[in-house]
């Protein structure tokens, strides 16, 4: 897992915010076969916008959130959000701070002047579209199919789901999904998600539906046992599982909303959000 290296911490009640030093170059060895989402047009060239005026970029993102931010063996925040600030402030070229808040402190976090930007935790929908602007998406939440590895080949449509027993957490969009759209499967609901894992790892359904960047990290733990695998194709609907995640800035900044556009181009072109990518998500959820 990535290390920020040496940084300067300074502790401040809401948080804890790192100075991010300049990377240095490390070669990894990734996975050459594995799925990478990009939202972006390697055809469409963005220019830099002038940020010669800007002294620095304070980025906030949700504390103790694994994989996106936590503490590191070091002490100091590191995750996806924390990756991907660094990597975006170094194809900018200005000094950044990452502060992490409570995700319910997050929006005043901007409101209240503490930071300039959220990247990752804050949801887009009506409400927060009348609060901040946003970036393009860098990242979605589709829902996936997962089955056991030793059970029947399925087709994961309505009709090759027919009669199936499928898993699912009671009360979520995932559920609302399958009744409107899978109407001839057998749903069994549970409580919790770990509940509907189980049920399929114990061979008591066909299949399991549910949050797919959730599921990677289960099939990649090891309380799956390596039982199952994802089957079938990412479901993106943004009407059941939203827009995606963006970076949130206050309305009308449009130099700097614009600036994390550039960047977020820029890291997916020059390989650098792929490797940022499997180092947190080993199992690609798409």
């Known amino acids: 897992m990535g290390r920020i290296g040496r940084a300067i911490v300074n502790c401040i009640a809401a948080g804890v915010a790192v100075t991010l030093p300049?990377?240095?170059?490390?070669?990894?060895?990734?996975?050459?076969?594995?799925?990478v989402p990009s939202f972006w047009d390697p055809a469409h060239r963005m220019e830099k916008p002038d940020l010669s005026e800007v002294r620095a970029v304070r980025i906030l993102v949700e504390a103790e959130n694994p994989p996106f931010a936590f503490v590191g063996a070091d002490g100091l925040p590191t995750g996806f959000s924390v990756e991907l600030a660094r990597a975006i402030c170094v194809e900018l070229n200005v000094p950044c701070t990452v502060q992490t808040l409570r995700w319910d402190l997050l929006p005043s976090g901007i409101e209240?002047?503490?930071?300039?930007?959220?990247?990752?935790?804050?949801?887009?929908?009506?409400?927060?579209?009348?609060?901040?602007?946003?970036?393009?998406?860098?990242?979605?939440?589709?829902?996936?199919?997962?089955?056991?590895?030793?059970?029947?080949?399925?087709?994961?449509?309505?009709?090759?789901?027919a009669g199936k027993r499928i898993a699912v957490q009671r009360g979520t969009a995932h559920e609302a999904y399958l009744r409107a759209f899978f109407p001839g499967s057998v749903l069994h609901t549970y409580e919790t998600a770990?509940?509907?894992?189980?049920?399929?790892?114990?061979g008591d359904v066909e299949a399991l539906f549910e949050d797919g960047l959730n599921a990677s990290l289960w099939l990649n733990g090891s309380t799956s046992e390596n039982c199952c695998r994802?089957?079938?194709?990412?479901?993106?609907?943004?009407?059941?599982?939203?827009?995606?995640?963006?970076?949130?800035?206050a309305p009308g900044n449009d130099r700097l909303r614009e600036a994390f556009d550039f960047?977020?181009?820029?890291?997916q072109q020059n390989g650098t959000f792929r490797e940022i990518f499997l180092r947190y998500f080993p199992v690609s959820f798409y």
Do not use: C, W
């Open 194 to 202: 770990d509940a509907a894992r189980t049920a399929l790892k114990n």
């Open 112 to 161: 209240s002047d503490l930071g300039d930007a959220i990247i990752g935790s804050l949801a887009v929908s009506a409400d927060s579209r009348a609060r901040f602007d946003f970036s393009n998406r860098f990242l979605t939440r589709p829902a996936r199919f997962v089955v056991r590895n030793k059970g029947p080949e399925l087709e994961m449509i309505p009709e090759g789901l």
């Open 230 to 249: 994802f089957a079938g194709a990412p479901f993106t609907e943004a009407r059941y599982f939203g827009e995606g995640l963006t970076v949130a800035v």
């Open 22 to 35: 300049s990377p240095g170059a490390h070669a990894v060895d990734l996975p050459a076969q594995v799925t």
């Open 263 to 267: 960047a977020l181009a820029r890291i």
